[in-house]
């Protein structure tokens, strides 16, 4: 299987970039997911297709940072939630509803559609403070394990503002 997610990152990044596993740009998780087989190009094609007229409707959405959580085991992952809003929660239901209807398997399901909690997790000391607002301007597809290597992540597809191109 492959491991692929949707994200929307909120720092700048560029289409094919490639990070460590341990270095993610701050991202709000979209959805998270299998599909297909490890060697499988033509899977992330198709799902990029299916998914970029529901990414591009919904970028210029603007959020705004809630309360900080802790998310994960005993509340571990410090995270800074997201005020619910309705361009992102259609957004995640939309990619779902792409990722079931091409074979996918979620991999939490319990997070998703009415359980879906929108969260930006705190990265070695970088975080969005509660009150701040952003502009949902850059989701992706990202390859988990690209080349079967789980220790590096890689944007496969970027879709941003113009102005957020490649940035």
């Known amino acids: 299987m492959r491991n692929l997610i949707f994200v929307a990152f909120v720092e700048p990044v560029a289409e094919g970039s490639v990070f460590l596993r341990t270095e993610w740009p701050l991202h709000i998780t979209l959805v998270r997911f299998d599909v297909g087989t490890a060697d499988s190009a033509d899977v ?5 297709g299916l998914a970029g007229p529901h990414a591009a409707a919904a ?4 959020l ?3 309360e900080d959580a802790g998310f994960g085991r005993n509340g571990s992952v410090p995270v800074s939630l997201v005020q619910p809003q309705p361009d992102l929660q259609a957004l995640h239901e939309q990619l779902a ?3 079931e209807s091409s074979g ?3 991999l939490t399901p ?13 990265q070695h000391g970088r975080r969005l403070r509660p009150g701040e607002t952003l502009v949902l301007d850059r989701i992706a597809l990202v390859d988990m394990a690209p080349d079967g290597d789980h220790t590096v992540r890689r944007i496969l597809r970027l879709w941003a503002l ?3 191109r490649g940035s």
């Open 44 to 48: 992330s094609v198709r799902l990029a």
């Open 162 to 164: 113009p102005e957020n």
């Open 59 to 62: 970028l210029g959405a603007n």
């Open 104 to 106: 996918g398997r979620i």
């Open 97 to 99: 509803t792409v990722v």
């Open 64 to 66: 705004q940072v809630g």
């Open 110 to 122: 319990a997070h998703t559609g009415s359980g879906y909690r929108p969260h930006i997790s705190h």
